[in-house]
């Protein structure tokens, strides 16, 4: 019986991953909500400071017009006008780099909802102290720590520079 | 549109010779600091703790607070 059930589970684990991995394309049966499916297989354009070279150029599909101006790239660079420049740089990349550090305020959201979900984790521990935590130890109470305290400077705990070393004996106190 | 080219080369090397001395400085002092500030005060407390220290003296008030296990308190 046992073995039966985990073939079964085997062969279909196996025909998942030929699936996921035999298909071009990244839509699976279950995956509805993305619109344009990129092929994640292929070489990918990235905006990031760590990636100054990325793997393809921006603009794949290039009009007529700048189809010829890529064929004058050809040429000598000195040839080619200032707002020619600009427009293949911008067939070649989207953003500059300027553009790419340009500073944003999505840190405020990041430690707005971190802060959220510590409060959400607060209020979970506190009901659990109420509902959940059984009594503490005896060892807590006000009384056995009393006693607890005394017993270690009756044995001179750290009596150089720790603990014993600030209670006044002759005096019976703190020093 | 002609920029001067940038340094290309000895970029760690330059970066190196300013931040080494320093990092050089900062940990000598750094020790220095500690040997001054913690351990000579602590090996004065201990000087100090042990130098009037009466071992039976202390001894007998540990004992009269019954902490021991193989001697009792004169007492009991």
Not at chain 1, 51 to 64: C, E, F, G, H, R
Not at chain 1, 115 to 123: D, E, K, N, R, T
Not at chain 2, 10 to 26: D, E, S
Request: hydrophobic share 40%; with cysteine; glycine share 4%.
């Amino acid at each position: 019986m046992l073995h039966l059930t985990t073939g079964r589970l085997g062969s279909l684990l196996a025909r998942r991953v030929t699936a996921a991995l035999s298909s071009s394309s990244v839509r699976m049966a279950s995956h509805s909500h993305e619109v344009s499916q990129t092929d994640m297989s292929q070489p990918m354009y990235v905006d990031r400071l760590d990636i100054p070279l990325p793997d393809k150029p921006y603009k794949d599909n290039l009009s007529a017009e700048e189809q010829s101006l890529k064929k004058k790239e050809e040429g000598p660079w000195s040839q080619l006008t200032k707002e020619e420049k600009i427009a293949l740089y911008r067939m070649m990349f989207c953003q500059t780099f300027p553009e790419m550090k340009q500073p944003s305020d999505e840190w405020k959201t990041v430690v707005g909802v971190a802060l959220i979900f510590l409060g959400i984790s607060g209020l979970v521990v506190w009901w659990q102290k109420v509902f959940v935590y059984p009594k503490t130890p005896r060892t807590f109470d006000e009384e056995w720590q009393a006693k607890q305290l005394k017993r270690m400077l009756d044995m001179r705990a750290n009596p150089v520079e720790g603990f014993s070393a600030k209670w006044d004996y002759e005096k019976g106190q703190w020093k | 549109m002609s920029l001067p080219k940038p340094v290309m080369r000895g970029l760690l090397a330059r970066r190196l010779k300013l931040h080494l001395p320093i990092a050089f400085v900062l940990a000598i002092g750094s020790a220095i600091a500690f040997k001054y500030t913690v351990t000579e005060p602590r090996k004065q407390a201990y000087a100090d703790f042990y130098k009037n220290y009466d071992s039976d003296k202390e001894f007998n008030a540990m004992k009269e607070a019954g902490i021991f296990e193989s001697v009792q308190p004169s007492g009991e």
